[in-house]
């Protein structure tokens, strides 16, 4: 059974930035797309970007392009999102998900269980 | 990039009622549309993917439809643990991927 266990909770200041972490078992790491769907309170869901381990290169959200990071370790399965320059508006529930490709598109078939980030001076 | 509209944005039911919630894409997107439903203070969770097909574990009174531009979820007969806010997202035409804004479900 495929699991994705993120870190805990973190407060930032305005300005700095956030390294959030999702360490996958249970399935193979390498081949399928690892990505980052955010979720502010009371807001509904919104993708960041996501990155396919074995091949490296990240794909980001035209809106978060130059501020956030996403990269791939295959030798822990672990994934890494790093947002920076934050501001209260980043304050939101951080979501990693497994895509998983069907005959039509792919989806979000496992998911980790949220790393709540609150932005705060 | 595709907007994804759904409709309602809530709505309320009975125990045993039957539920549609649409969703309308910007543009045709085929069939690649997937729904998910996310409980309160949990993770979202996989109910259909490719408009229709129900994945594993999911219960029988879910079901998908639709193609091109205009997509339905039905709950055939609604259940308390139903009590959730539901999203479509579309997987055409990506980056982005895009996620519609939600349609919340309370009982009655």
């Known amino acids: 059974q495929v699991q994705l266990v993120q870190s805990g909770a973190e407060v930032k200041k305005p300005g700095s930035s956030v390294k959030v972490s999702c360490k996958a078992s249970?399935?193979?790491?390498?081949?399928?797309?690892i990505n980052w769907v955010r979720q502010a309170p009371g807001q509904g869901l919104e993708w960041m970007g996501g990155i396919i381990p074995m091949f490296g290169t990240a794909k980001y959200a035209q809106r978060f392009q130059g501020r956030v990071t996403i990269i791939a370790d295959e030798s822990t399965s672990t994934a890494y999102m790093e947002l920076s320059s934050l501001i209260s508006e980043d304050t939101a529930v951080y979501y990693c998900?497994?895509?998983?490709?069907?005959?039509?598109?792919?989806?979000?078939?496992?998911w980790g269980q949220g790393t709540l980030v609150t932005v705060s001076s | 990039d595709i907007q994804m509209t759904q409709s309602p944005s809530s709505l309320s039911a009975s125990v045993g009622d039957r539920v549609t919630i649409t969703c309308r894409a910007s543009q045709s997107i085929s069939s690649y549309l997937n729904w998910y439903q996310q409980k309160p203070g949990k993770a979202p969770k996989l109910l259909i993917y490719a408009a229709s097909t129900l994945q594993s574990g999911v219960p029988s009174r879910f079901s998908g439809s639709g193609s091109g531009t205009d997509f339905t979820l039905t709950i055939s007969s609604l259940q308390p643990e139903d009590l959730a806010t539901y999203y479509c997202q579309q997987s055409y035409s990506t980056p982005p991927v895009t996620f519609g804004g939600g349609t919340k479900v309370e009982i009655k």
């Open positions: 998900a497994r895509a998983f490709s069907t005959y039509s598109g792919s989806c979000f078939d496992y």
């Open positions: 249970g399935g193979t790491f390498s081949s399928y797309a």
